[in-house]
């Protein structure tokens, strides 16, 4: 269904083999190697992530070494690794530089290529199919993560055609192409995807503002509908009035989702909302509209 190929001005990337439909699980895959939040936490995270690097096999070890990274990125370590390898792993005066250079390169792939688990809690990892797939703003797939398998799974969150590349998400991309570009720095390259072209980046500016408007006003109803925030603190007229207008927003948001090529777990998040609110308010046939419009932008099933 997938396949890694050389992608024009982009080293390697992913691409679809034949037709692929929305909502298809893409990849299913275990970590290669992973990191629990404890072990992720300054300033001995680097020695953690040796261990888990030594622990794995050959093959594997080969597999991480070939995944991407920007050098110079850890220099500053240098010193305190090379103590540390000397001291309490008895490495030899003679190989120290090169081990001290690898422990680096393991960071440094570590740094660029991991993705955080769930809400944190399960740690991080590095996934050896999922790193290969490089970014667009208007990402064609999604990916979560499956406590229940332990596993990543990449989604496609559109149709996507027989030869077109596979694209996922770096950073938040409701923020304007300045910020964008500026974060997309990090990993070494310039976004060159639809939303990053003149002129329509000023027009995909003006759309992901109101986009992200909209998602800060969802993600606090959505706090008032979870309990996290006591709805005693909000206007009255305003309950009042956001079931009326909160299935028009939801569509309107949903339809400005769609036309910046945004159809991934924003989506999802945005036309499952109207169903959590009516929930709360005990509007049962509201909910039922609701739960219906939710299940037809369904991407990941939970
Ligand atoms: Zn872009």
Redesign the pocket.
């Known amino acids: 269904m997938i396949e890694l190929r050389p992608a024009p001005g982009k080293g390697m990337g992913m691409f679809a083999t034949q037709d692929i439909p929305r909502g298809q699980i893409l990849i299913h895959e275990a970590a290669l190697l992973r990191l629990t939040s404890q072990q992720e936490c300054p300033p001995n995270w680097w020695v953690f992530l040796y261990g888990a690097f030594e622990s794995l096999s050959p093959e594997d070890q080969t597999r991480y070494l070939e995944l991407f990274y920007l050098p110079g990125e850890f220099s500053n370590y240098a010193a305190r690794i090379s103590v540390y390898l000397s001291n309490f792993r008895g490495v030899k005066e003679e190989d120290l530089d090169a081990k001290v250079a690898l422990v680096i390169k393991i960071m440094s792939i570590y740094d660029v290529n991991n993705a955080q688990l769930g809400d944190g809690t399960d740690g991080a990892g590095i996934f050896a199919t999922y790193t290969r797939i490089n970014?667009?703003?208007?990402p064609n797939t999604d990916w979560d993560w499956q406590p229940d398998s332990q596993a990543l799974e990449v989604c496609a969150n559109q149709d996507i055609a027989a030869g077109e590349e596979i694209t996922i998400t770096y950073i938040d991309t409701l923020q304007p192409y300045e910020t964008?570009a500026r974060e997309l720095a990090v990993y070494g390259f310039e976004?060159?995807?639809k939303?990053?072209y003149d002129p329509v980046k000023a027009i995909s500016d003006l759309g992901r503002q109101a986009l992200e408007d909209l998602t800060r006003a969802r993600e606090h109803l959505e706090r008032l509908s979870s309990g996290e925030e006591p709805i005693e603190n909000v206007d009255p007229f305003m309950l009042d009035n956001c079931g009326m207008i909160i299935s028009e927003l939801a569509t309107k948001h949903v339809e400005f989702l769609t036309a910046e090529g945004l159809t991934g777990s924003e989506l999802d998040r945005a036309s499952k909302f109207p169903a959590h609110f009516h929930d709360l308010f005990g509007r049962y046939r509201r909910f039922c509209e609701a739960a219906h419009f939710a299940s037809k932008n369904r991407l990941f099933h939970q």
């Open positions: 970014h667009s703003c208007a964008r976004c060159r995807c939303a990053c």
